[in-house]
């Protein structure tokens, strides 16, 4: 019993110094708060009180320095806030998002990312797992898991679940198998009308300039697309439909050619040019182009102008419906790098009337 008193009383004398040092280390954090909260006051001269998070680490630091039954009395913010701006500095101290990543999963490359979005928004009906097959074949093994979230990121729906096709893509699709055909007439500079068969496949937009003669006999009509059938070679196969007026000149003959390839034939309405409105828009083209500023000597003219106008108009010209791409192009050439330092070609057609531009190789 002694000795529990003895050591009670030895440990209280033993405190008495560290009490007086604490005392004065509170005294002195006292001070400190108050010279930095003059300090700030005199930075803000008008308007509310801001603290910097300078501020706030000096005032959160100094007060584990002083009584918390003080705090209301030292300090010009509430406890309450004190203490959030603490949890706040230790929340910091201990955040690893900002670092460096370690050893792991690497992420996916972003010219992956963009080859997993382009089937997705090409082909409406694939989900994730057909895009995932897609991609193995070319080469890019990547998990289902991985194109989904992808696919999810960039708001796609991975399930194959999205809209159905637009118009355009719908138009597109039902424009491969088709082929139209109209006359084409050309007044030459001695008053002379001359006719030429034009045909047009929708789906790629190439012109075919069938032939040229001031007297289109049925006959005459009906060898056309025999040569026109030479000319395209096995792109007979992909059509279907042939789009034609209701013209005498287009016997049962004339249908029977493309009869023999499976194709149908499908009569516009009378006086209707708007159910051919894409062969009626690229004779429209011709002539604005073309006949509108150049007079046709004759038939022999006419057959060199229209010749080389259809050259330059499946290789060359663009056409909005194709991305501006000319009809026997599949893809637009890579961007061109330093255009300033490199000179550009032109190459004049039909004497200028036409210019083409190529970079120099």
């Given at each position: 019993?002694?000795?529990?008193?003895?050591?009670?009383?030895?440990?209280?004398?033993?405190?008495?110094?560290?009490?007086?040092?604490?005392?004065?280390?509170?005294?002195?954090?006292?001070?400190?708060?108050?010279?930095?909260?003059?300090?700030?006051l005199?930075?803000?001269?008008?308007?509310?009180?801001?603290?910097?998070?300078?501020?706030?680490?000096?005032?959160?630091?100094?007060?584990?320095?002083?009584?918390?039954r003080?705090w209301?009395?030292?300090?010009p913010i509430?406890?309450?806030?004190?203490?959030?701006?603490?949890r706040?500095?230790?929340?910091?101290?201990?955040?690893?998002?900002r670092?460096?990543?370690?050893?792991?999963?690497?992420?996916?490359?972003?010219?992956?990312?963009?080859?997993?979005?382009?089937?997705?928004?090409?082909?409406?009906?694939?989900?994730?797992?057909r895009?995932?097959?897609?991609?193995?074949?070319?080469?890019?093994?990547?998990?289902?898991?991985?194109?989904?979230?992808?696919?999810?990121?960039?708001?796609?729906?991975?399930?194959?679940?999205?809209?159905?096709?637009?118009?355009?893509?719908f138009?597109s699709?039902?424009?491969?198998?088709?082929?139209?055909?109209d006359?084409?007439?050309i007044?030459?500079?001695?008053?002379?009308?001359?006719?030429?068969?034009v045909?047009?496949?929708?789906?790629?937009?190439?012109?075919?300039?069938?032939?040229?003669?001031?007297?289109?006999?049925?006959?005459?009509?009906?060898?056309?697309?025999r040569?026109l059938?030479?000319?395209?070679?096995?792109?007979?196969?992909?059509?279907?439909?042939?789009?034609?007026?209701?013209?005498s000149?287009?016997?049962?003959?004339?249908?029977?050619?493309?009869?023999?390839?499976?194709?149908?034939?499908?009569?516009?309405?009378?006086?209707?040019?708007?159910?051919?409105?894409?062969?009626?828009?690229?004779?429209?083209?011709?002539?604005?182009?073309?006949?509108?500023?150049?007079?046709?000597?004759?038939?022999?003219?006419?057959?060199?102008?229209?010749?080389?106008?259809?050259?330059?108009?499946?290789?060359?010209?663009?056409?909005?419906?194709?991305?501006?791409?000319?009809?026997?192009?599949?893809?637009?050439?890579?961007?061109?790098?330093?255009?300033?330092?490199?000179?550009?070609?032109?190459?004049?057609?039909?004497?200028?009337?036409?210019?083409?531009?190529r970079?120099?190789?």
């Open positions: 019993m002694i000795v529990s008193l003895l050591y009670q009383v030895t440990r209280r004398l033993l405190s008495v110094p560290a009490v007086l040092v604490r005392r004065d280390t509170s005294k002195e954090a006292e001070l400190l708060v108050l010279r930095h909260e003059n300090a700030v005199r930075r803000q001269v008008h308007g509310r009180v801001r603290y910097e998070p300078a501020d706030r680490l000096w005032f959160a630091s100094l007060s584990s320095l002083i009584p918390r003080h209301d009395k030292v300090f509430t406890p309450s806030t004190l203490l959030a701006w603490h706040k500095l230790v929340a910091r101290r201990w955040d690893y998002s670092r460096r990543r370690g050893p792991g999963r690497p992420p996916t490359q972003t010219a992956v990312k963009k080859l997993v979005l382009r089937p997705a928004r090409e082909n409406s009906r694939w989900g994730h797992r895009i995932q097959g897609e991609l193995a074949r070319l080469g890019h093994p990547i998990a289902a898991s991985t194109v989904w979230q992808i696919l999810h990121t960039a708001g796609i729906d991975p399930a194959p679940r999205r809209s159905g096709p637009t118009w355009r893509e138009l699709a039902q424009a491969t198998g088709v082929i139209a055909c006359f084409l007439h007044d030459t500079i001695g008053l002379q009308r001359l006719f030429a068969l045909f047009l496949e929708h789906h790629t937009r190439r012109l075919h300039i069938a032939g040229i003669t001031a007297h289109p006999t049925a006959a005459w009509a009906t060898q056309r697309p040569n059938a030479i000319n395209l070679g096995t792109r007979t196969d992909s059509l279907r439909f042939l789009i034609r007026d209701r013209d000149k287009y016997t049962d003959a004339f249908d029977a050619v493309f009869q023999a390839e499976d194709i149908e034939i499908i009569k516009s309405p009378v006086r209707a040019p708007k159910a051919n409105a894409h062969c009626e828009r690229v004779i429209g083209t011709v002539r604005r182009e073309v006949l509108d500023h150049i007079l046709i000597l004759g038939e022999a003219h006419a057959r060199q102008v229209l010749a080389e106008y259809q050259r330059h108009y499946n290789t060359h010209r663009p056409h909005r419906a194709r991305r501006q791409l000319p009809p026997q192009a599949h893809e637009q050439p890579p961007p061109a790098l330093g255009p300033t330092s490199r000179q550009a070609l032109r190459t004049r057609i039909l004497g200028g009337l036409i210019n083409e531009y970079y120099a190789a």
